[in-house]
């Protein structure tokens, strides 16, 4: 099964984003995490059965960094959660879609992920995420 898991907005400051995405929601973010290898702070909110995840960079040569440089703030990614990842990434190389890394990565909200390049997908970065099993 896939479903929407979240949309990333990159934001330049989660000090100004958070309380705007608050009062437009009407409540308050349910977790801020780092991701230090990525380079970015994240802040999610739940909204219906999906969430918004707001994306700010920790350095200069993060990926958020860059895209905010490029194309300012706003959409960055959209989430799509998968039940078997290896299956979903196989399925996909076979339907001719590119990846950027076929080797899923700890991400925030206690997920692993990939991302699909944007040239195979219409410009839209697309990231497969699956709830990391803990023992």
Avoid: W
């Amino acid at each position: 099964m896939i479903k929407i898991e979240h949309l990333g907005i990159a934001v330049k400051s989660l000090n100004d984003a958070d309380p705007l995405f608050a009062r437009l929601l009407g409540k308050d973010n349910y977790k801020t995490e780092e991701v230090e290898r990525e380079g970015v702070k994240t802040s999610f909110y739940h909204i219906g059965e999906s969430k918004i995840e707001l994306l700010e960079a920790t350095r200069e040569d993060s990926p958020i960094a860059k895209f905010i440089d490029k194309r300012g703030e706003g959409i960055h990614h959209i989430a799509l959660a998968v039940d078997d990842m290896e299956a979903e990434i196989q399925r996909l190389k076979t339907e001719g879609f590119e990846f950027i890394s076929e080797t899923p990565k700890d991400g925030a909200d206690n997920k692993r992920v990939v991302f699909l390049h944007p040239k195979s997908t219409n410009g839209v970065l697309v990231e497969l995420c699956q709830e990391k099993v803990n023992n």
